[in-house]
C-alpha cells in the first residue's frame, strides 16, 4: 500500500533550491504552510515568498526574509505592481548559522502567523492587504493541527478512529533522548491498540499493543530507524482495515496488524517520554 497522506497534506522532502510550487486551489484562511531546514554557516541571507503566480515578476503577497548582515533580522513586505511596499523588520533573530529550524506560516482570515517552532519566536500578524488570494509557493496542510503542544501530549479523536484516517506527528528527539512514546488508546479502557516506543539505548522501535491489562508481543524488526539524537522526524499512522501503516519522513516504516479488532473505539492519542512536539494532526 502506497503512503496516502492526511487530507490537504502534501510533504515534500528534500527538495531543491530554489523551490517554487503551485499550491492546488489557492490559498485560503485556515492553511498552514510548514518548513524544516537548516541554516548554512556561510549563508547572508534566505527568503520564503507566497506569490500571486509563477513568473519572475509575480505579485508577491507575503515575503519573508531572514537577513545576516552585521545588524540581523528578519524582514517582511509585499510587492504589487513590480513595486515593494514598507518594510517590516524584527530586529530579533531567531535562526543561527549551522542549526535546524522549523518553521511555520498560519494563514488567517485578516493576517498571516509566523511562529518559529525551533528556536522559539513569537508570531505576529502580518496584512499584505490581498486578503487571501490564489498564491503559489509552498505545500500545504489543511485541518486543525496543533502547534508545540506540551509533552506529556493528549489528544481527542473525535467521533473515535476510522478506516483511512490519518495521524501526523512531527517532533524533534533531544540529544540526550532515552525513549518515547504514541500510543492510540481506549480512554474507557485504558488498552493500547498501537504503542510504538522508540528506544535509543537499544537503536529499537518496539511496538506492541496494551489489552485486558496485558501487554502483547513486541515486534521490532526494521529495515531503518528514523529515530536518532537530535534529529528531527515526521510520522504518518494510517489506519487501514485490517492494520495499521507507519511512515517516517516519507518512507514505509512498518505494518502493525490490528490487535484490537474494535479500533473505531480508539477516541484518544497519547505522547510521552524525552521528545518535543512542534505539529500534530489528528
Known amino acids: 500500500m502506497a503512503f496516502v497522506p492526511a487530507p490537504g497534506y502534501q510533504p515534500t522532502y528534500n527538495p531543491t533550491l530554489p523551490y517554487n510550487q503551485p499550491i492546488p486551489g489557492g490559498l485560503s484562511a485556515g492553511m498552514s504552510v510548514y518548513i524544516q531546514g537548516v541554516a548554512k554557516e556561510n549563508m547572508k541571507r534566505f527568503q520564503v515568498n507566497f506569490m500571486v503566480g509563477q513568473d519572475p515578476g509575480a505579485d508577491i503577497a507575503f515575503h519573508f526574509n531572514p537577513r545576516f548582515d552585521g545588524w540581523d533580522k528578519v524582514v517582511f513586505n509585499t510587492k504589487q505592481g513590480g513595486q515593494w511596499g514598507n518594510e517590516e523588520k524584527k530586529r ?16 488567517l482570515d485578516e493576517h498571516y502567523k509566523r511562529p518559529v517552532t525551533t528556536p522559539a519566536y513569537p508570531g505576529s500578524g502580518f496584512g499584505p492587504g490581498y486578503g487571501t488570494p490564489p498564491m503559489s509557493s509552498l505545500p500545504i496542510m489543511q485541518g486543525p493541527p496543533t502547534f508545540n503542544p506540551p ?18 506527528i512531527k517532533g524533534y528527539v533531544p540529544p540526550h533522548s532515552k525513549s518515547f512514546a504514541i500510543n492510540l488508546k481506549v480512554s474507557s479502557s485504558g488498552d493500547l491498540a498501537l504503542h510504538i516506543n522508540p528506544r535509543l539505548g537499544e537503536n529499537a522501535v518496539v511496538r506492541n499493543s496494551f489489552l485486558n491489562g496485558s501487554w502483547g508481543s513486541e515486534e521490532r524488526k526494521l529495515s531503518y530507524n ?4 537530535g534529529q528531527f522526524f515526521d510520522l504518518s499512522i494510517r489506519c487501514g482495515l485490517d492494520r495499521f501503516k507507519v511512515y517516517a519522513n516519507g518512507q514505509h516504516l512498518f505494518d502493525f496488524s490490528h490487535r484490537f479488532t474494535s479500533f473505531q473505539r480508539v477516541d484518544m492519542v497519547e505522547v510521552q517520554g524525552d521528545v518535543t512536539l512542534s505539529y500534530v494532526q489528528i
Not at 542549526?99 to 506560516?105: A, K, Q, S
Not at 509533552?151 to 501526523?168: D, E, H, N, S
Not at 528514523?226 to 539524537?229: C, D, Q, T
Open 226 to 229: 528514523p529515530f536518532g539524537a
Open 92 to 107: 530579533s533573530m531567531p535562526f543561527s548559522k549551522g542549526t535546524h529550524f522549523e518553521l511555520v506560516f498560519m494563514v
Open 151 to 168: 509533552v506529556p501530549y493528549t489528544g481527542r479523536l473525535q467521533g473515535g478512529l476510522t478506516a483511512r484516517k490519518t495521524i501526523i
